[in-house]
């Protein structure tokens, strides 16, 4: 079974721009979560998707947004890039019986440098 | 306010011994547990997990122990390979929190050969 992919792997902006990422989830996986990395904060939850909805949201501002489309593929944005967004940005997959009881498996991630 | 805490930010063991990798957590409303591991310029890979209705899980060298009274769980390896050289994660879920999962900050591990 093929794992979470990401697109783009590494992408560079300059301030002011906005971005587009994309995640494919594991087949059959329903839940698609997004998660930012940094050094400074570590890895911290944006938002997680389930059956196109939005279904729990992280404490980032409204320039962070996604979107999940049917065949469980997500997209995630950011608007009016700011240098603090520098990060790796991941995504995480999950089959989702219960809403917190599952492991998520994550992609290899997007490499997003601001200017 | 950091939920999820490893206070160790480095290990380093030789091969074949045992390796114990720390994580406390504050929030008593997490009852799911899990650890991820590393490696650079790629994804956190899921290792273990384990539920707050037991105290301990196995799977082949790794064995993760809860201890709820303490809040305080540990990822043991055992024996320890240089391929286990990666930085560690905690996480924790629960109800409350739904799929969001908090994690610590990383211990990096160095099995050296």
């Given amino acids: 079974k093929a794992g979470v992919t990401q697109t ?25 979560s997004w998660y930012q990395q940094t050094p400074g904060q570590g890895l911290q939850f944006l938002f997680e998707y389930f059956s196109e909805t939005q ?13 999940q489309f049917s065949n469980s593929r997500s997209e995630m944005n950011v608007s009016t890039l700011e240098l603090g967004d520098s990060a790796l940005y991941l995504c ?24 | ?24 957590y504050t929030n008593s ?14 994804g956190p890979t899921f290792l273990i997990s384990i539920s707050s209705i037991k105290d301990k899980n196995e799977d082949g ?6 201890n709820k009274s303490a809040k305080h769980l540990s990822l043991h390896i055992v024996p320890s390979q240089p ?15 739904g799929s969001r999962l908090t994690f610590g900050e990383g211990t990096q591990l160095t099995v050296n050969p």
Wanted: net charge positive; proline share 6%; hydrophobic share 30%.
């Fill in chain 1, 92 to 115: 995480a997959s999950s089959f989702q019986g219960t809403p917190y009881y599952n492991e998520q498996f994550f992609g290899p991630g997007t490499r997003l440098t601001v200017l």
């Fill in chain 1, 8 to 32: 783009p792997r590494y992408l560079i902006k300059t301030r002011g721009q906005q971005v587009t990422l994309s995640c494919s989830p594991i087949s059959g996986h329903r839940s698609v």
């Fill in chain 1, 55 to 67: 279904r729990n949201k992280g404490n980032f501002p409204g320039r962070f947004s996604g979107r």
């Fill in chain 2, 1 to 24: 306010d950091q939920q999820v805490k490893q206070n160790s930010p480095s290990l380093s063991v030789q091969e074949g011994r045992i390796s114990i990798l720390n994580c406390d």
């Fill in chain 2, 29 to 42: 409303m997490f009852d799911y547990f899990l650890w991820y591991k590393k490696y650079p310029a790629e």
């Fill in chain 2, 61 to 66: 060298r790794f064995t993760v122990f809860l």
């Fill in chain 2, 83 to 97: 391929g286990d050289s990666a930085v560690y994660f905690c996480a924790a879920s629960g109800e409350t929190s």
